[in-house]
């Protein structure tokens, strides 16, 4: 069965303090491993998709990265606008497992 | 172009009643899932359609729960007879391709209340 845990739960940040997030998966033939941000009271939005260990991915303050086993979701300097519920999934056949998320609030 | 629409943004009803909840995919996207997510829990999977293919029902929790799309169109999910524990939003998606690897995009989710 296919398994993902997302950590931490929750993260405060200062702004322009930069860390990082976790997505350990489980998966029988990974065919895609995805990022999206969700806004309360708003549907998942994409940023990222990674289909092989070693594959990095960029869009201003944030940088995906994977291995064969986890995901880190870097955040450089993060700003206000960056606070979010961010989610991690994979897809190793018709539907996407999501983790339950890292709520990241980013305060001033 | 115009992103993945659902209607109606909310839904109150009452326990036992039946609930109707629309989808409009990505125009050219062949592939339709719907999921829920339940306060403060991660999204869970429901139903799978893929062209003219039967559809994967693995995700549906009960026989309440049914869901059809015409061709590459418009999809529908029903509840029959609603229940406390279906209060959640449900979250509709489309790709382009079959499941595999490709990118779902979602919209903004009817969230359903019941009483």
């Known amino acids: 069965e296919d398994q993902v845990t997302q950590s931490p739960e929750a993260l405060r940040l200062q702004e322009g303090e930069s860390s990082s997030l976790n997505c350990s998966y489980t998966?029988?033939?990974?065919?895609?491993l995805f990022w999206y941000r969700q806004d309360p009271g708003k549907g998942p939005e994409f940023l990222f998709t990674l289909y092989s260990a070693g594959e990095e991915k960029e869009k201003e303050r944030l940088k995906a990265t994977l291995t064969k086993k986890e995901s880190f979701l870097h955040i450089t300097a993060p700003k206000p606008e960056d606070s979010a519920t961010y989610l991690c999934a994979v897809n190793a056949g018709n539907m996407l497992t999501f983790g339950g998320g890292t709520r990241l609030m980013v305060k001033p | 172009g115009a992103g993945v629409s659902q209607s109606p943004s909310n839904k109150v009803t009452e326990k036992g009643k039946d609930v109707e909840l629309r989808c409009d995919p990505i125009?050219?996207?062949?592939?339709l899932y719907w999921y829920r997510q339940r306060l403060g829990q991660g999204l869970e999977f429901l139903i799978y359609?893929?062209?003219?293919?039967?559809?994967?029902k693995s995700g549906l929790p009960s026989d309440r729960f049914s869901a059809e799309r015409t061709g590459e169109s418009v999809s529908t999910l029903t509840i029959q007879r609603t229940q406390q524990e279906d209060s959640a939003v449900y979250l509709c998606?489309?790709?382009?391709?079959?499941?595999?690897?490709?990118?779902?995009?979602f919209g903004p989710g009817t969230r359903l209340t019941v009483l």
């Open positions: 359609f893929q062209g003219n293919s039967a559809p994967d």
């Open positions: 125009s050219g996207h062949t592939a």
């Open positions: 998966v029988s033939g990974l065919r895609g």
């Open positions: 998606a489309s790709s382009s391709r079959s499941g595999g690897g490709d990118t779902q995009y």
